[in-house]
């Protein structure tokens, strides 16, 4: 996992826009699925190297970790720019509320609608691991 850290913030550093210009990304976050939790801590937070005898020092940047429980893959994690906004969240329609009697009771019905679009608008910024 440390290595394949270390080419995700490697790949996102050298990236360049379409006129062949350095993006400047600057990776912030691990994103990690629930299985990844403590090695992504063990990862961020130990002064050595993980899993080795050695005495290396730890050279994987300080970033914010964000656990996701709702990712898929146990063994795929991403490393994202946490100043580019990919994935948005967009009303169509906002929420409104009403309500009607029922005919000959005491009792309303009530109901609501909403209307909304999710996905992404670019996917620079963001590089993930196979698993």
Same mark, same amino acid.
């Given at each position: 996992? *440390?290595?394949?850290?270390?080419?995700? &913030?490697? $790949?996102?550093?050298? /990236?360049?826009? #379409?006129?062949?210009?350095?993006?400047?990304?600057?990776?912030?976050? $691990?994103?990690?699925?629930?299985?990844?939790? =403590?090695?992504?801590?063990? $990862?961020?937070?130990?002064? +050595?190297? *993980? !899993?080795?005898?050695?005495?290396?020092?730890? /050279? &994987?940047?300080?970033?914010? $970790?964000?656990?996701?429980?709702?990712?898929?893959?146990?063994?795929? =994690?991403?490393?994202?720019?946490?100043?580019?906004?990919?994935?948005?969240?967009?009303?169509?329609?906002?929420?409104?509320? #009403?309500?009607? #009697? %029922?005919?000959?009771?005491?009792?309303?019905?009530?109901?609501?609608?909403?209307?909304? /679009?999710? !996905?992404? #608008?670019?996917?620079? !910024? %963001?590089? +993930?691991?196979? +698993?």
């Amino acid at each position: 996992m *440390i290595r394949a850290v270390k080419e995700l &913030i490697t $790949l996102l550093r050298k /990236t360049v826009s #379409d006129a062949g210009t350095p993006v400047m990304i600057q990776p912030k976050q $691990l994103i990690v699925p629930v299985e990844l939790d =403590f090695t992504a801590n063990a $990862l961020m937070y130990s002064a +050595g190297l *993980i !899993g080795t005898a050695n005495n290396d020092k730890n /050279t &994987i940047p300080l970033m914010e $970790l964000v656990v996701m429980n709702y990712l898929t893959s146990p063994t795929a =994690f991403w490393v994202k720019d946490a100043t580019t906004r990919n994935l948005v969240f967009k009303w169509r329609e906002k929420p409104w509320f #009403d309500s009607m #009697d %029922i005919a000959k009771t005491p009792d309303k019905f009530f109901y609501g609608y909403a209307r909304w /679009t999710r !996905g992404y #608008d670019d996917v620079a !910024g %963001i590089a +993930g691991s196979e +698993g």
